[in-house]
């Protein structure tokens, strides 16, 4: 995920950049459009809210207004007075008439507990426009003030973003702000732990002249998250790693059932990547920050300075990559690494990378612009060969390349495939989430060999009621 969010804030830099080449002419054009609402004499009225303010202070930004029937939205700024093209405090105040489960989401997001929230009314609120609303104070530069109005369906959001939080003027602001919901007596739908957790059966698909099974694993205790991307799975023998919201989670399959033994501490960091070694030892990483190897679930050493990392399951080398071709081997040696550069000239930006025995697997857009491949290389960098869809052309967002007696299988995130080539890189089949896992719209997060043979993969699924998105584990054989 971090390496998609790197990538768009590279797009919205180069876009930035060209509508400050355009500033002159936008401040020409100043036309409110049918949904812009315009302040006269600082008073603006739009369908969900009302706000009186000083004028003399705020500057509101006219075109920067959404007002609909049930979504209103505004921005107002306390231009900086030494370079007015910065500002000393942004508000952006957001009413919209939605499903609940953005809120849900930002809940956790700004580190409310939702069952605390829901069922024991635990946080106090501050009274804002005649609506209840939580507070989040990063105690930096960021104040935020939300909440769900149920009866109405809808959800408040003010926020603001500022150098000084305690700065009177945010107060004096919202108390000129009237919302103007009304009550239609809605109620939203199950919370996480009202809803229906996810299940299936196992299932069968003909893939040419091979049968994929799909087996569910069912876990002691659902798992639901926030995070639609970043989990990731290992195996040593009949212990499963399970590293979710930053998490490792030791767990042992019995019966068919994952179950949860004991969770294994790691840094105060934001990792998203765990894979295993022949030697028993787990290696810990997430995009720009240090990697760590564990054994005997205890850190028994960390190493700095890399972004990506995929190891080889010797554990004596891995790939240090991030989105570009220009990646590095890195050789352990105790304590320590050295990195030797390596071109993977083919791809241009690259989503996912990982390594087996003789190959790395460098899921990444073509060069030459054809979409996105799996190239397959080898130590060396020498391409030994490109993976690609049927006709020749590029995947969606390949997470996860194996190599099987067969050939290549491959874990398709953006299209919610599971792709199957032979052993010269041909073409076999794809076979369509629902198919072969009984899911709606997943995300295949990660996955990971077994020592039968088989994968074990985790993926995340949002439930059919709504009430959670949640972490789902698969086995699949027969490839």
């Known amino acids: 995920m971090k390496k998609y969010i790197a990538i768009i804030v590279a797009i919205i830099m180069l876009f ?28 603006i009225k739009t369908s969900l809210f009302s706000l009186e303010y000083d004028d003399k202070v705020w ?4 075109e920067d207004t959404v007002n609909e029937e049930d979504y209103s939205y505004i921005v107002l700024q306390i231009p900086d007075p030494e370079d007015p093209e910065y500002y000393l405090i942004n508000a952006e105040i957001e009413v919209d008439v939605d499903e609940p ?57 003010i926020e603001f973003d500022t150098t000084d939080t ?15 919901l009304e009550d239609i007596g809605n109620e ?13 059966e196992s299932k069968s698909v003909q893939a040419g002249s091979l049968t994929v099974r799909a087996e569910w694993i069912k876990t002691e205790e659902y798992i639901a998250t926030n995070e639609v991307f970043d989990h990731s799975v290992a195996a040593i023998g009949n212990t499963v790693y399970l590293l979710v919201d930053g998490e490792l989670r030791k767990c042992i399959i019995v019966d068919g059932e994952l179950t949860f033994s004991e969770k294994i501490e790691l840094p105060e960091d934001e990792y998203d990547m765990v894979e295993a070694t022949a030697d028993g030892a787990l290696w810990v990483s997430g995009s720009m920050n240090d990697v760590i190897c564990i054994k005997n679930d205890k850190i028994v050493a960390t190493y700095e300075d890399l972004y990506d990392f995929a190891i080889h399951p010797s554990g004596t080398w ?18 320590t690494y050295t990195t030797t550069p390596i071109t993977f000239k083919e791809a241009d930006t690259i989503m996912h990378l990982n390594v087996d025995e003789n190959n790395i697997y460098v899921c990444a857009n073509a060069k030459d612009e054809s979409g996105h491949k799996v190239f397959i290389y080898n130590k060396d960098g020498v391409l030994q060969k ?5 006709e020749g052309e590029g995947l969606g967002s390949v997470t996860f390349v194996a190599k099987s007696a067969n050939g290549y299988i491959g874990f398709d995130g953006n299209m919610r495939d599971v792709l199957l080539w032979d052993n010269d890189g041909n073409f076999v089949a794809e076979i369509s989430d629902g198919d072969l896992f009984s899911t709606n719209y997943p995300w295949f997060c990660n996955s990971a060999l077994l020592s039968d043979g088989s994968i074990i993969s985790v993926m ?11 972490l789902i584990v698969f086995k699949v054989s027969g490839f």
């Open 318 to 335: 891995g790939v240090d990559y991030f989105t570009s071709e220009e990646c590095n081997i890195v050789t352990f040696s105790g304590d």
């Open 188 to 200: 939203d739908g199950p919370w996480e732990w009202e809803g229906t957790p996810f299940s299936a």
């Open 59 to 62: 500057t509101y930004y006219s």
């Open 101 to 157: 489960y953005d809120f849900r989401d930002d809940l956790a997001y700004y580190g409310f507990n939702q069952y605390e929230y829901e069922v024991n009314k635990a946080y106090e609120t501050v009274k804002i426009g005649g609506v209840d609303l939580l507070k989040y104070d990063d105690e930096d530069d960021t104040v935020v003030y939300f909440n769900r109005i149920e009866g109405a369906g809808a959800t408040v959001t």
């Open 166 to 180: 305690t700065d009177t003027r945010i107060d004096d602001l919202l108390k000129g702000l009237t919302i103007t």
């Open 16 to 43: 930035t950049l060209a509508a400050c080449g355009d500033k002159e002419n936008n401040d020409v054009n100043n036309d409110v459009s049918d949904n812009q609402v315009e302040s006269v004499d600082g008073a």
């Open 460 to 470: 995340t699924e949002e439930r059919e009621d709504k009430s959670a998105t949640e």
């Open 386 to 390: 490109t993976l690609c869809d049927s």
